[in-house]
């Protein structure tokens, strides 16, 4: 498995369902550098898995206050993600974005959070797919993403916009 068309994307079904919060304000988002599990070392939204007979927005938010203390307020799905990695994982992941919120940020066993300029996203210390969803969903586009990934290294990915 190298590239995207060695998956059969009509039967492909995730492992695990995911979602990724973007609280975004005076021009920052709020990411966190990611202390344990999937990705741990890097910088990410808030997130993490759904749980059974949780929606993904509900999960979404649940996840952004676990991790960071900060309740997202009226927040909209920006994006979809598919990632097919060459171990079997096959991970769906939403993503929302929120533009209002209440508390104030704090570090938790799960993240240490982080205000970062839009202009300024810490692209090297992301996954690799970030270069490519994030600036769309920083200019409100709507996108939906598939990657290929070999642990951290993206072999293959595309993008649709809509």
């Known amino acids: 498995m190298r590239t995207l068309t060695d998956i059969d994307w009509t039967a492909w079904t995730p492992t695990m369902r995911g979602?990724?919060?973007?609280v975004i304000g005076d021009g920052q988002a709020l990411l966190i550098r990611k202390k344990r599990g999937?990705?741990?070392?890097?910088?990410?939204?808030?997130?993490?898995?759904?749980?059974?007979?949780?929606?993904a927005l509900q999960a979404a938010i649940r996840e952004t206050e676990?991790?960071?203390?900060?309740?997202?307020?009226d927040p909209e799905e920006r994006?979809?993600?598919?990632?097919?990695?060459v171990d079997g994982l096959r991970l769906h992941v939403r993503v929302f974005v929120s533009t209002g919120?209440?508390?104030?940020?704090?570090?938790?066993?799960?993240?240490?959070?982080?205000?970062?300029?839009?202009?300024?996203?810490p692209y090297d210390e992301m996954w690799a797919d970030d270069?490519?969803?994030?600036?769309?969903?920083?200019?409100?586009?709507?996108?939906?993403?598939?990657?290929?990934?070999?642990?951290d290294e993206m072999l293959d990915h595309t993008i649709e916009l809509g």
């Not at 979602?19 to 973007?22: D, G, I």
């Not at 570090?107 to 202009?119: G, H, K």
């Open 19 to 22: 979602t990724l919060m973007f």
């Open 38 to 55: 999937l990705g741990a070392g890097k910088i990410n939204a808030p997130g993490g898995k759904i749980d059974p007979g949780e929606t």
């Open 66 to 73: 676990e991790e960071v203390g900060v309740t997202p307020l």
């Open 79 to 85: 994006g979809e993600l598919s990632f097919q990695f």
């Open 101 to 121: 919120w209440t508390g104030e940020p704090r570090e938790s066993d799960e993240a240490i959070p982080l205000w970062t300029p839009l202009d300024a996203m």
């Open 131 to 151: 270069r490519v969803w994030v600036p769309e969903l920083l200019a409100d586009r709507r996108f939906s993403l598939r990657a290929l990934f070999d642990d």
